[in-house]
């Protein structure tokens, strides 16, 4: 009973899931941070929506004149080839001219 109580509540917090490890997201997050266009990230959040289900949202602040589709699809690619399956939503906001 414990180990079900443990999942869902985990769930239910949308807590990260332990199987994701904190240095995976800082690895991703460096590797975001170095595409070009990229200023900052302005935040960060991953959690699991049902377990073996991994969800995310980043907000980034990018170039102005920084190419929209580049820089979401090396962003898309830096989380799926290190955690595998994300549904990621990235938010871009461009920095005031």
């Known amino acids: 009973m414990f180990p079900l109580f443990r999942s ?3 769930v239910l917090l949308q807590s990260t899931p332990e199987e994701v490890h904190v240095a995976a997201l800082e690895r ?8 070009r266009g990229v200023e900052a990230c302005v935040d960060a959040r991953f959690w699991a929506m049902a377990p073996g289900s ?3 949202t980043l907000a980034l602040r990018i170039d102005r004149r920084a190419d929209d589709a580049a820089v ?3 962003v898309r690619s830096a989380y799926e080839s290190r ?3 994300v549904n990621l939503t990235v938010q871009l906001e461009r920095t005031p001219a």
Not at 30 to 35: D, K
């Open 72 to 74: 979401l699809r090396l």
């Open 83 to 85: 955690l595998g399956r």
């Open 8 to 10: 869902t509540s985990r």
């Open 28 to 35: 991703c997050l460096r590797e975001v941070l170095a595409v």
């Open 54 to 56: 991994l969800v995310g």
